[in-house]
């Protein structure tokens, strides 16, 4: 039997410690542009949460594809207030959707509020059934939707939301399915590259590069990065790109490092060295010192973007220096998919950037959450748990009351933004999320802040 969420384990470095954040809400106009400290998605003075979840079921430990959650989640039908939460729960991206509900479930709990409702409904990963999951969500009476996951399931189900004036805060953070109703709580690629390039410029880095896959995805990380490195003055002198369905990208790594024309260098000046080596001391003298080298000159940029993770990030790694671009000449840069401390085993990582949300309240959230379902929770799960304190803020607020659809819609878009595991957010009117970031280095064993994350939206973020 797993433990319950503890109720003294609100998680430490949330918001609520900021001055002016105020727990009950506002009278319904929205907080003056910058100046207010973010609200925080947690009420420190709610009255005690009791939940009574079936053993085994959802909330009694990680869910596997087999069992059904289809169900309303804690008696939702008899709550006044009901969120609907849109996740894949069967299928190959079952995993991914038990870290999300496990996660939600911890942030209900917290939230101390006995009036609201979970609708869990099963997308099962495909536009159709995030489409079919919506219209039951909604018919159950959801005033608000959290989820889905992927864009498409987001595209499929966001008509149906609007044409109920229901609000979607989804995991996306592809900025196609975005706005008119639709929010998205993933991080935009650009903001991330923003945040990291801004830094590094800072640095007195100021030649770019960037090596990305060839997808949507990664054209969009180029576009970034071309338009960052011209607002912070600096030059973006090589992009490459390689196939994401191959194994083998060395000829990537090999065109972006001008690796075959260095070495032609370097074969150049040898030659025209051992000319003159046997009469003239010096130039035998450099001859010697050309030995020692790959290649002659060096790869024309301060710094490389490497926005990807996991497996592809330390099979590219090593090949940058293995093709003569040096971790301790060019500084490597990723993002957020970087936050992964197995990464730091690799040595060609050492000493890299990249921008995250602040990790200082995530590993309060990863402690709970082991301790609640005994696995460890993946990176993104943080997002299930803002997404759902987010949305039951908006919906209990005292001014939500008998409207609680049309309050929320109103309010997400408060401009104060809101505090969470991830730090710092605010929705924009166009639906992305501007977040708080912070700047990561990759050590050994460890990814250490940089440069703090702001905690307040009182400046513009980034």
Wanted: charged letters at 20%; proline letters at 8%; hydrophobic letters at 45%.
């Amino acid at each position: 039997m797993r433990r319950r969420p503890p109720l003294t384990g609100v998680l430490v470095g949330l918001a609520l410690a900021l001055a002016g954040c105020a727990s009950g809400g506002d009278s319904g106009s929205a907080p003056p542009p910058g100046g207010a400290p973010a609200e925080p998605v947690l009420g420190s003075a709610q009255p005690q949460l009791s939940l009574e979840l079936p053993e085994g079921g959802p909330g009694g430990g990680p869910l596997s594809s087999g069992i059904d959650v289809s169900p309303i989640l804690a008696d939702g039908a008899s709550k006044q207030t009901r969120l609907g939460l849109l996740l894949p729960l069967s299928g190959p991206k079952a995993p991914l959707g038990a870290a999300l509900l496990n996660a939600a479930q911890l942030a209900l709990f917290d939230s101390r509020q006995t009036e609201v409702g979970l609708i869990v409904r099963d997308t099962k990963g495909t536009p159709a059934g995030a489409q079919a999951a919506a219209i039951s969500a909604l018919d159950e009476g959801a005033s608000l939707l959290v989820g889905p996951f992927f864009a498409t399931s987001v595209a499929a189900a966001a008509p149906q939301a609007r044409a109920r004036q229901v609000a979607v805060i989804a995991f996306s953070n592809d900025a196609a399915v975005a706005g008119n109703g639709v929010y998205l709580m993933g991080l935009p690629p650009a903001a991330q590259v923003d945040r990291v390039v801004a830094y590094a410029s800072r640095q007195g880095l100021r030649r770019f590069a960037v090596l990305a896959p060839r997808s949507r995805y990664g054209n969009s990380v180029v576009a970034a990065l071309s338009a960052a490195v011209a607002r912070n003055g600096a030059e973006l002198t090589k992009v490459g790109f390689f196939d994401p369905a191959e194994r083998d990208v060395s000829a990537a790594v090999r065109q972006i490092s001008d690796y075959d024309q260095r070495r032609a260098a370097l074969e150049r000046q040898k030659q025209s060295l051992q000319v003159k080596a046997e009469a003239d001391p010096e130039a035998n003298e450099q001859l010697g010192r050309l030995e020692t080298l790959d290649t002659l000159g060096e790869p024309g940029f301060d710094a490389v973007l490497l926005p990807f993770g996991g497996i592809r990030l330390q099979t590219i790694a090593p090949l940058l220096p293995f093709y003569d671009v040096d971790p301790k000449k060019v500084r490597f840069l990723g993002t957020n998919l970087w936050d992964d401390v197995k990464l730091s085993s690799e040595s060609a990582l050492l000493g890299g950037w990249f921008a995250a949300p602040p990790p200082s309240s995530w590993e309060s959230f990863r402690t709970r959450y082991l301790e609640t379902y005994g696995t460890q929770p993946p990176r993104f799960s943080s997002l299930g748990y803002d997404a759902t304190a987010l949305a039951v803020l908006l919906m209990t607020r005292p001014e939500a009351r008998g409207n609680p659809a049309a309050f929320a819609t109103r309010q997400i878009t408060q401009p104060s933004g809101f505090a969470g595991i991830d730090g710092i957010l605010r929705f924009l009117p166009n639906g992305l999320a501007e977040r708080g970031l912070a700047v990561m280095e990759m050590r050994r064993g460890e990814l250490q802040v940089i440069d703090p994350a702001p905690q307040s939206f009182d400046r513009l973020v980034n």
